[in-house]
């Protein structure tokens, strides 16, 4: 994947909770990243490598609101400026010498931060943040793929009876479901409407959910809506931040409608079947990762059931192209 054609979308680069105001450091699209707070509480983010030796200045510290590399004691101003250089005559100092800045946002309850120096994109909020009719809790978790494979992953039904059996989904209990794939501005949507509600735990959310809607949107927004009749019952929405090629995050916001079962009680139950599932989810696809890291590159084949693959290569690879879809039915 060519991260270059990422970098002017907003990721998740962490929790607000995770920034404090000595510095810490994150990596994003291969690049390594230092935040911390400045004085008013302001998230500022840099690219964390000092100009001078490339150290990385996350392991440094914050000297009268400057950031100071642990090197050679640079001190650098909340605009990346090289402000101090000791030891250098006051007349001399190295005005050129900058720290890359990097935008950030803080929006609910992430920082958010895009490489480039000015964008057009915004961050996206889903809207069932702000559904008062919802309960929303947050989790996350990092796994050793790239974030194509996590994409997919989230996106296909076919292998929770096998790797979540019991959980999500299982063999036995197969129904009918009409299928149908859309395009959709800066990503793609897949409809599923079923004969039967779904099994597994899923039922908490709504014993009566018969139609769930996958979508994925640029640049690694995942979002499961689960619906019984016309009205949505649990919503799921991931946010993937790729590290590097083979390291990934996965921020998570999911909303739930409360039933005459407490959302603190059922969030406690999915709670557990979500960090089994996850951990299923990780083991395969770290598998996954190895399998094609030691072959030389993926060579998948696919079938009408793998729907959603080649048009995400398409939307990471940004080249404008479309496959055709087409409506289908499956035993799911």
């Known amino acids: 994947m060519d991260f270059k054609t990422l970098e002017d979308y907003w990721f998740v680069l962490c929790e607000s909770k995770d920034v404090k105001q000595k510095p810490s450091s994150f990596k994003l699209l291969d690049k390594p990243v230092v935040v911390y707070r400045n004085g008013q509480g302001e ?3 840099f690219i964390d490598k000092c100009p001078h030796r490339n150290i990385p200045v996350s392991e440094g510290q914050i000297v009268n609101g400057n950031l100071q590399c642990p090197f050679h004691g640079w001190e650098f101003n909340h605009e990346g400026t090289c402000v101090k250089v000791p030891g250098l005559m006051a007349d001399k100092q190295v005005k050129a010498a900058k720290l890359k800045k990097f935008q950030v946002r803080e929006q609910a309850g992430y920082i958010w931060i895009c490489l480039k120096a000015s964008s057009d994109k915004k961050p996206h909020l889903p809207a069932h943040l702000n559904d008062d009719s919802l309960v929303t809790t947050s989790y996350r978790t990092h796994l050793k793929c790239g974030s194509l494979d996590i994409a997919e992953n989230f996106l ?5 009876p096998f790797v979540h059996a019991g959980i999500i989904r299982t063999e036995s209990k197969r129904f009918r479901n009409q299928i149908k794939p859309f395009h959709i501005e800066s990503g793609l949507e897949v409809q599923y409407t079923k004969d039967k509600p779904q099994s597994g735990f899923i039922s908490l959310f709504g014993r009566e959910v018969d139609r769930d809607l996958g979508r994925f949107l640029m640049p690694g927004i995942i979002e499961l809506e689960y619906y019984s009749k016309d009205k949505i019952e649990f919503v ?20 739930l409608r409360p039933t ?5 009680l059922i969030y406690a139950i999915a709670g557990f079947a ?3 599932a996850l951990k299923q989810d990780r083991v395969i696809l770290e598998k996954q990762t190895n399998v094609v ?8 084949c696919h079938t009408e059931l793998d729907i959603v693959r080649k048009q995400l290569e398409n939307l ?3 080249n404008g192209l479309q496959v055709e879809f087409k409506a289908l039915e499956a035993m799911i």
């Open 293 to 300: 890291s030691k072959n030389g590159g993926a060579a998948f």
């Open 156 to 160: 296909d039904p076919f292998h929770t």
């Open 236 to 255: 799921n929405t991931m946010y993937i931040t790729p590290r590097s090629q083979t390291e990934s995050s996965i921020y998570f916001k999911a909303s």
């Open 274 to 276: 979500i960090k089994v």
């Open 43 to 45: 998230a500022l983010a």
């Open 260 to 264: 005459l079962i407490p959302p603190s």
């Open 316 to 318: 990471y690879a940004g």
